[in-house]
């Protein structure tokens, strides 16, 4: 009976945490990757529970995201998967070392609730966020591969960010980027507004 019993919990957790990736508008393919649920059942559990929410919950096709470069080239995208992404390794769903094959070795039943719990917390947190799971999925992906990005600190205010490293840059998150730019700017304009007297001076005393 303990083996039956222990089946039947394991066998209701992936259709939980298949439920509760449904609700996230997570892929079938994905779902069925952390899950281990064959797709049929998975668009099966959806056919049978997402029509209760009346439609409330839609299905995403097509294949996941996996392009890196649509999150870092957007400066909001950038800093809520930073953010996600500190959350998640402080639940330790980031392994301590590199992961050659994350797509293949991270999931599991564990680590997918405690994924869920860590995007529900950052919803909550960030009610307006607009990254989503599989986006957020992505970028831990890379993380644990440890070949393109890694979380890191911001050099002039501390904050967590997302860092290229192939990038010989300052690492500094887009409000300090943004506030440093503004003040060389504002010098510049200033440097140039105090040149313009100077200028017409010296025109005039060529001109008489």
């Not at 890196?68 to 992404?85: V, Y």
């Not at 070392?97 to 994924?115: F, K, W, Y």
């Amino acid at each position: 009976m303990r083996i039956i019993d222990d089946r039947y919990m394991q066998h209701r957790r992936r259709l939980d945490l298949a439920w509760r990736l449904i609700q996230y508008e997570v892929r079938t393919r994905t779902i069925s990757n952390w899950t281990q649920l064959a797709p049929h059942r998975i668009r099966a559990l959806y056919r049978s529970y997402a029509t209760q929410d009346h439609g409330a919950v839609k299905r995403r096709r097509g294949v996941s995201p996996y392009r890196l470069e649509i999150i870092l080239d957007s400066t909001r995208l950038r800093l809520e998967a930073a953010i996600f992404a500190a959350l998640c390794r402080s639940l330790d769903l980031l392994p301590t070392e590199r992961v050659s094959q994350p797509e293949r070795d991270l999931p599991n039943l564990d680590r997918g609730e405690l994924l869920c719990d860590a995007y529900a917390w950052f919803r909550v947190e960030i009610p307006p966020a607009k990254i989503t799971l599989e986006q957020g999925l992505l970028v831990l992906n890379e993380l644990a591969r440890g070949e393109q990005i890694e979380l890191a600190s911001c050099r002039s205010c501390g904050g967590v960010i997302l860092s290229d490293r192939l990038s010989h840059g300052r690492s500094e998150c887009a409000f300090c980027s943004r506030t440093e730019r503004d003040q060389t700017e504002s010098v510049a304009g200033k440097r140039t507004l105090s040149q313009k007297p100077r200028q017409h001076a010296q025109a005039g005393v060529g001109s008489s």
